[in-house]
């Protein structure tokens, strides 16, 4: 992911609906594409108000700071339109906008499985993903 901040701004913007969210990425790409088209005032009217409250200088500061909290624990992020994206997972009806996950990412996957869930899990959550994952 080239700019991991611009993708992250669209995680973690409030007041923009996840469905304005997907159209964006829908039809500029990716959250990249987006910001590009953006600062070169390329977006439609309808984006713009969008695009500031999404890129402000604010909402940038947070992104930077979760992305912060990903990488202190190993993590890693891939958004939707980044070329590692799963692309099955891309055509399903309501797609994540970005992927979190910690340790490897599978590069060469064929089939993986992923666990979704909050980001503080209940302990019933967490014993219970830990079961069915060693049964995997």
Known sequence: MMNPVKTICLSVVDGVSYDD????????????????????????KNEIALCEKIFSKANQKK?????????SVGGWMIALGAPEYPKNLSQIDKPPLVLFGKGKWPRNYQKFIGFIGPRKPSQYGMRTAKWIANDL
Do not use: Q
């Not at 992104?63 to 990488?71: G, L, Q, S, V, W």
């Open 21 to 44: 969210k997907l159209a964006l990425i829908m039809r500029h790409g990716s959250a990249i594409n987006l910001f590009e088209c953006y600062e070169k005032n390329s977006t439609d």
């Open 63 to 71: 992104a930077k700071d979760e992305i912060e909290k990903i990488r």
